[in-house]
């Protein structure tokens, strides 16, 4: 006789309809009102015709993934554990099973773009609540850790060392070949082409495949000495080709071995304290009204070029341009300053030479570029004592270099004028910019105004106050995937839910529709 049993052993079950009321729970009034109404077409799957069906929605993973991270679970197995126990979780999955860690970490990775258009929805949901002034643009810049291990240094001035001195030691291979063979050279080996074509010829010649006897007692035979180093040079020369080729094309020094995106740069949180460099990546935010409306992630050591692909994307994503853009010194160069300018944008940018310009002392340096004056219609320079400083025509880091002909030999003001030049020249020569220098001027009348001085103090709360809340607010400091790409979605979602617990700060104290915005003197 079968017994049919209708339950599991260990499992209590109470067939109860308890209604949960998601408003009571904070923050889940702005998680439902930023991302449960919008268009999650853009996530596109094949209809399955066969094998299970899909574990849950778009519209619940990526509930479920910024929830997530607003209590500190990052990680896939993290996520997949607050699905099994939250109750949150279970009301959104609607009784459906949780999804496993591969499921979540699936999505994530093949789902990149789909994240970035969601992204932008809800910051034009954030827009449509009133919650922009879509007047000034805040962007500032972080460097985060890679995964990738930390002395996994692959640099481009050592491939560049080291690349002549392996195609010299397959020469020196190649010519043992001819020897041992007794064989006619067919080719030179100069470069990388004729390394590639010599080793080719000795693979073709020798059997890879042959047994070999090894161990103590056994000389290995020219062949089989042969084949090891041909398969030595010849996987160290395409490592060194590729990495080479890379770095030249992404304009960088160096990358990592375990994550070919990640660059080493030197951090903030140096928590060996000794300076060493560590794999990592140039993180942007772009920030309107406390809220991170867009980001961009980059390889650059330096926040020089990051600008303008950061603004273009703004573009890109969200329809709009903003007035203009406030930054800080990192942004002072002429490359941002053009492509404001053409882009009818104002630059509230901090110059580098802010700081010392409040200072008296500041332009009375006589050798200084700031106590000359340029004529612009000689292009030329006049120092403090009349003497001209003439365009010599050639260029040095983009600045033009402009040299007196005469007066500088008997001036008064040689020894503080020239300095270490004095001894090494016998006129004055400068490098000087005029078209940035006119950039930065006008930059600094921005910033020096009533308007400027409150759009400074807004980018620190708001610009460098949306790094707070991710890196100290949420713990993050190192990403937890490999590749611009991957990186950047994850960077994505911890910006969702950023800007997720500031609306429901706002919802909770009742302002939402009002900007964030400090004014300086109680003017607002």
């Not at 050592?158 to 020196?172: C, D, F």
């Not at 490098?431 to 006119?438: C, R, S, T």
């Not at 460098?464 to 490999?482: A, Q, T, V, W």
């Not at 997720?500 to 300086?520: D, E, F, R």
């Amino acid at each position: 006789m079968h017994s049919i049993v209708f339950y599991q052993e260990g499992q209590l079950y109470l067939n109860l309809s308890v209604p949960l009321d998601l408003a009571c729970h904070n923050p889940l009034e702005a998680l439902r009102r930023l991302f449960w109404s919008l268009d999650y077409r853009c996530f596109t799957r094949e209809k399955k015709v066969s094998g299970r069906p899909h574990a849950i929605t778009a519209r619940q993973m990526v509930f479920i993934l910024v929830y997530a991270r607003l209590h500190g679970c990052f990680s896939s197995r993290e996520v997949e554990a607050l699905c099994q126990r939250d109750l949150v979780c279970i009301h959104v999955l609607e009784g459906r099973k949780a999804p496993d860690h591969s499921t979540i970490d699936r999505f994530i990775r093949m789902n990149g773009e789909a994240i970035r258009n969601i992204f932008a929805q809800s910051v034009k949901k954030l827009d449509g609540l009133g919650e922009l002034k879509r007047e000034i643009a805040f962007i500032d810049g972080t460097k985060v850790e890679s995964k990738a291990g930390k002395y996994t240094f692959v640099w481009l001035k050592a491939i560049e060392k080291n690349l002549p001195k392996l195609i010299g030691h397959i020469r020196k291979l190649y010519g043992e070949y001819l020897l041992h063979y007794d064989l006619e050279a067919t080719i030179d080996v100069c470069d990388e082409q004729d390394a590639r074509a010599a080793l080719a010829i000795m693979f073709r010649k020798i059997d890879l495949d042959k047994p070999v006897k090894r161990g103590r007692g056994h000389h290995l035979p020219f062949e089989a000495r042969l084949a090891n180093r041909l398969v030595e040079y010849a996987e160290k020369l395409d490592r060194y080709v590729s990495a080479r080729d890379r770095m030249r094309a992404e304009h960088r020094k160096s990358m990592s071995k375990t994550d070919a995106d990640a660059t080493f740069m030197r951090m903030k949180e140096d928590y060996m304290r000794n300076g060493q460099l560590k794999p990592a990546y140039n993180i942007q935010n772009i920030v309107d009204s406390g809220y991170i409306v867009s980001t961009y992630c980059s390889r650059d050591r330096t926040d020089y070029h990051t600008l303008v692909p950061a603004m273009e994307q703004v573009v890109h994503r969200l329809g709009f341009q903003y007035q203009g853009v406030c930054a800080d010194s990192g942004y002072d160069c002429v490359e941002n300053y053009r492509y404001l300018d053409e882009q009818k944008m104002i630059a509230y940018i901090k110059t580098q030479t802010f700081e010392q310009s409040r200072k008296r002392s500041f332009g009375k340096d006589p050798g200084s570029k700031f106590a000359m004056t340029y004529e612009a219609k000689h292009d030329q320079l006049r120092c403090i004592n009349n003497t001209i400083l003439h365009n010599t025509g050639r260029k040095r880091y983009g600045a033009t270099v402009y040299q007196a002909k005469r007066g500088c030999v008997g001036c008064r003001l040689r020894s503080s004028c020239m300095k270490s030049q004095a001894s090494r020249s016998q006129f004055k020569q400068i490098q000087y910019h005029p078209e940035a220098e006119a950039f930065r001027l006008q930059a600094l009348q921005n910033i020096t105004n009533g308007k400027g001085v409150e759009l400074r103090v807004n980018r620190s709360i708001q610009a460098e106050g949306s790094f707070s809340l991710i890196k100290d607010g949420l713990g993050i400091r190192r990403f937890l995937h490999k590749g611009l790409l991957n990186v950047e979605t994850e960077w994505i979602l911890l910006c969702m839910a950023t800007n997720t617990l500031k609306l429901q700060n706002k919802i909770n104290a009742g302002t939402v529709g009002i900007p964030s915005w400090y004014y300086i003197n109680n003017t607002g």
